[in-house]
C-alpha cells in the first residue's frame, strides 16, 4: 500500500505491518521499517533528524556563504575565502579568493591541497547547516566511514584531514571547544610495498625506455631527490657552478613542504643528472625543465604524477616493471643509495631537503635492516672460519 504524505516528494509504503519512508526521485531510503501507527509515523517525521534528512537537497543547492559563520558551511566559506563558490570557475585553484576577513593563509597553501580539501567541503554540502559546537566524534566517525562506501577509504581520509585543518582554525577562533579530528584513526591502510625504493633491473628499463616527458621528471627524483611539488617547477637558472663542491654544480631550490625550517637547499648535483640535463634538447626560453613531449608546461604537479604513474602501470601489466613503483619511490631509492654509502639519518634528511632527522630514517628504513642482516651473517660467517 502506497499512501502520499504532505512532505512533496516522499512516499510511504508499507508492508508487514513497517512502514518505509522514501524519496521518490532518488529512491532514497528516509525511515525503513518503522513499527507504530500512521498518527505515529507522521511524528516521526517531523523530528529535526528527519526534517534534516528531507531538505539535504536543498541545502546542497544553496551557497556556502548563506549560512552562518559558526556552521559548517558559513566556516568553510570563510576558510576557503569564498572558493567553495567558486568551483564552476576553473581558475578557482590558480586565482585563489581573497576575501577582506578570511582565512589569510589560504592562498600560501599548496594548489594540490587547496584541491584536495575543496572537494571534501563540496561533499558534505548536505551538512553545511550543521553548527560546528555540534560537532562530536562519533558524528565524523559516522561520516567517514559513510564517505569510504559511497567513494573510497582514502578520500574519506582525506575529509577527515581537510576538516582537521579548518577545525584548527575554529578553535582559536572560539567556535569550537575542541578539535573531534584529533586522534582518529584511517580507513585507508597504505600498502608498504608503494613508493618502495625501484629494484636496478626497473630502473634500467626506466632510463632506457621512457618516453621523455616521463623521463625528465624520474630522473630529477632518481638523481636529485626532489619532490613532485619541486620537479614541476624547477628552472635551469636554479642550477649554478659549484666550483668548491664535489661535483661541480649544485641546484638551488626552496623545498616547499618545509620552507619554514628550511629556507633553501643547496644540494651538488650528482654527474648522471649533469649529463642528462646536458643532453636535453628540449629547452624553453623561461628554463622550466620538467615539460611535456611538445615543450609546453604541465598544467599542475598532479598531472605530471598521473602521467608518470599511467606509464608506469602499463609498464607493470606487461611485466617490464614491478608493482609499487612511483616517481615517490625514485625519491626514496635517491636517499637508500646514500645511506648505502655511508649517509646518516641526519645526512639523509639534509640531501633530501626534508627539516625531520626522522624522515631521513623512515625513507631508508629498509637499507637499515638490510645492514643490520649482514652484519649479523658477518659475525657468524666469521666464527666458522
Known amino acids: ?29 528516509i525511515i525503513k521499517g518503522f513499527l507504530g501507527s500512521r498518527e505515529d509515523l507522521m511524528r516521526r517525521l517531523e523530528d529535526p533528524d528527519l526534517m534534516h534528512a528531507y531538505n ?3 541545502l546542497a543547492r544553496r551557497p556556502a ?81 559513510n564517505c569510504a562506501n559511497r567513494k573510497w577509504p582514502r578520500f574519506a581520509d582525506k575529509l577527515i584531514s581537510a576538516l582537521s585543518s579548518m577545525f584548527k582554525q575554529a578553535v582559536k577562533r572560539g567556535k569550537m571547544p575542541f578539535n573531534p579530528c584529533n586522534g582518529m584513526d ?22 632506457e625506455n621512457a618516453p621523455l616527458e616521463v623521463l625528465i621528471p624520474m630522473m630529477l627524483a632518481r638523481y636529485a631527490g626532489l619532490r613532485g611539488q619541486t620537479i614541476v617547477s624547477i628552472n635551469r637558472k636554479q642550477f649554478e657552478d659549484h666550483p668548491e663542491g664535489p661535483t661541480g654544480k649544485a641546484v638551488r ?16 648535483v650528482l654527474l648522471e643528472l649533469q649529463n642528462f640535463l646536458a643532453e636535453l634538447k628540449v629547452q624553453r626560453a623561461d628554463g622550466v625543465i620538467a615539460v ?10 598532479k598531472e605530471m604524477q598521473t602521467r608518470v604513474s599511467h606509464w608506469l602501470r602499463n609498464q607493470e601489466r606487461v611485466g617490464n616493471i614491478g608493482a609499487g613503483t612511483t616517481l615517490h619511490g625514485l625519491r626514496v631509492s635517491y636517499a637508500a643509495w646514500w645511506r648505502r654509502n655511508g649517509a646518516s639519518k641526519s645526512e639523509v634528511a639534509d640531501l ?13 628504513r629498509h637499507v637499515e635492516a638490510e645492514q643490520n642482516i649482514t652484519r649479523a651473517f658477518d659475525r657468524v660467517m666469521k666464527d666458522k672460519t
Open 65 to 145: 556563504s548563506d549560512f552562518g559563520s559558526e556552521t559548517l558551511g558559513g566556516f568553510s566559506h570563510w576558510y576557503t575565502n569564498g572558493d567553495i563558490d567558486r568551483l564552476s570557475n576553473p581558475k578557482h585553484l590558480d586565482e585563489p579568493g581573497s576575501l577582506p576577513d578570511g582565512y589569510p593563509k589560504w592562498r600560501q597553501l599548496a594548489k594540490a591541497t587547496r584541491k584536495d580539501y575543496l572537494a571534501a567541503y563540496d561533499y558534505l554540502r548536505e551538512d553545511f547547516d550543521m553548527l560546528l559546537a555540534d560537532v562530536k566524534q562519533p558524528d565524523l566517525y559516522e561520516m567517514r566511514d
Open 186 to 207: 584511517k580507513t585507508h591502510e597504505a600498502d608498504p610495498a608503494y613508493n618502495r625504493e625501484w629494484y636496478p633491473q626497473e630502473w634500467k628499463f626506466a632510463r
Open 1 to 29: 500500500m502506497v499512501v502520499r504524505v504532505r512532505l512533496r516528494g516522499l512516499k510511504v509504503a508499507r508492508a508487514r505491518g513497517k512502514y518505509y519512508v522514501y524519496r521518490r526521485a532518488t529512491g532514497e531510503i
Open 352 to 364: 633530501i631537503g626534508d627539516a625531520s632527522e626522522a624522515m631521513g630514517g623512515h625513507y631508508t
Open 292 to 301: 611535456r613531449d611538445d615543450g609546453s608546461l604541465w598544467p599542475s604537479e
Open 253 to 268: 631550490y626552496t623545498p616547499r613542504k618545509n620552507k619554514k625550517k628550511v629556507p633553501y637547499v643547496l644540494l651538488p
Open 56 to 58: 539535504r537537497p536543498r
